[in-house]
């Protein structure tokens, strides 16, 4: 719990994951979901007890049937959404095994550095985009 707000913040393991070619892999969030519809850095919730390492491993094999080879900090973002609060503890997924498939039915894109600003993400991510942008772009 968030001892200012008592808003409970929930703590994202978030992937930017490069592929070979240069590109980064964006899915796009389900309908029903918060921020559905939205363009996303695959990911999910680091579950109690979990490292940020055994939870991206875990949320990319469950979302991607990918292995999370080597991975490296990025930038870290808070925002408050109203309803709920989020960290999103974001890192540059560097090296994984396996072909990236939506396993959930999402749709997938490889897109580059400069033309993440042409896909919609949830509010809490330009700073993020902004940090693939400088690193990357
Ligand atoms: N994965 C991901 N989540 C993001 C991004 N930006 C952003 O605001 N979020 C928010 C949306 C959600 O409120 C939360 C992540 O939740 P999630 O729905 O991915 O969690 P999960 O994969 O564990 O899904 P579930 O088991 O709860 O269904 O973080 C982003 O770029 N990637
Ligand atoms: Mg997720």
Redesign the pocket.
Known sequence: MDSLSGKKC?H????VILGSDGRILLAK?PDH???GG?W??????VEEGESIQQAMTR?LR??LDIGVLAMEKLIEVR?D?GE?Q?F?D?WCVTAFSGKARGVEGQALAWVTASDLTDYE?????QP?VVAVQNRFG
């Open positions: 929930v994202v393991a978030v992937g969030r979901l918060h921020m939205r996303e850095f695959p990911g999910g919730k949320e469950e979302e925002h959404y709920k989020v999103l974001t993400f949830p509010d809490a991510n993020i």
